[in-house]
């Protein structure tokens, strides 16, 4: 069965203290990968979206890459506003549904 | 900047009844989406609808849940009769030749 684990959980950071956010998946036949921020009570707003192993995409803090098994969202030097949930998305075979990863919960202290 | 917009924001509504849930997907976009989210849970996809008919639907779309493009601005997601379980965050995506999803803010149902 096609699987998207996001990891870890919940991360708690200083403001500056920049770590990572993974993203594994074990799909047949990737055409994307996808992520999102979600925060609470809202919908998921795009953030990037990769296509192929050894891609990189950067907006402001945020860098993504992806290899052949799973993706990371780098964040660099955080801000306490980039405080919410990230969503891995991926999209795999002939269809077009998402399959979600269950998200990282990420707490910016000041 | 164009977005999906959805109404209402939240539905209130007794087990048994019927609900319609609205969206304004982009304008130019080809492909509609419905997801759900449970309190806690993942997002989930239900069905996307391409060129007005059903594309893909997963498990959770039976026959208590139906789509339609009644206009040319409008996707509405009908469940029949509702259960207590489909209490859920239901967001509505678009997406248009490129792969990317565009999401609503969504509409949070409760049956009760």
């Known amino acids: 069965e096609d699987q998207v684990t996001q990891s870890p959980e919940a991360l708690r950071l200083q403001e500056g203290e920049s770590s990572s956010l993974n993203c594994s998946y074990t799909?047949?036949?990737?055409?994307?990968l996808f992520w999102y921020r979600q925060d609470p009570g809202k919908g998921p707003e795009f953030l990037f979206t990769?296509?192929?192993a050894g891609e990189e995409k950067e907006k402001e803090r945020l860098k993504a890459t992806l290899t052949k098994k799973e993706s990371f969202l780098h964040i660099t030097a955080p801000k306490p506003e980039d405080s919410a949930t990230y969503l891995c998305?991926?999209?795999?075979?002939?269809?077009?549904?998402?399959?979600f990863g269950t998200g990282t919960s990420l707490t910016v202290i000041p | 900047e164009p977005e999906v917009t959805q109404t209402p924001s939240h539905q209130v509504t007794q087990m048994g009844q019927e609900v319609i849930l609205r969206c304004v997907p982009i304008?130019?976009?080809?492909?509609f989406y419905w997801y759900r989210q449970i309190l806690g849970q993942k997002v989930e996809f239900l069905v996307s609808?391409?060129?007005?008919?059903?594309?893909?639907k997963s498990e959770i779309f039976d026959d208590q849940f139906s789509v339609e493009r009644p206009d040319g601005s409008n996707f509405t997601l009908k469940i029949r009769s509702t259960k207590l379980e489909d209490s859920a965050m239901y967001f509505c995506?678009?997406?248009?030749?490129?792969?990317?999803?565009?999401f609503g803010p969504g509409t949070r149902l409760l049956v009760l």
């Open positions: 995506a678009s997406s248009g030749l490129g792969e990317t999803q565009y």
């Open positions: 799909v047949s036949g990737l055409r994307g």
């Open positions: 990769l296509y192929s």
């Open positions: 998305a991926v999209q795999a075979g002939t269809g077009n549904q998402f399959y």
């Open positions: 304008s130019n976009h080809l492909y």
């Open positions: 609808f391409y060129n007005n008919e059903i594309s893909e």
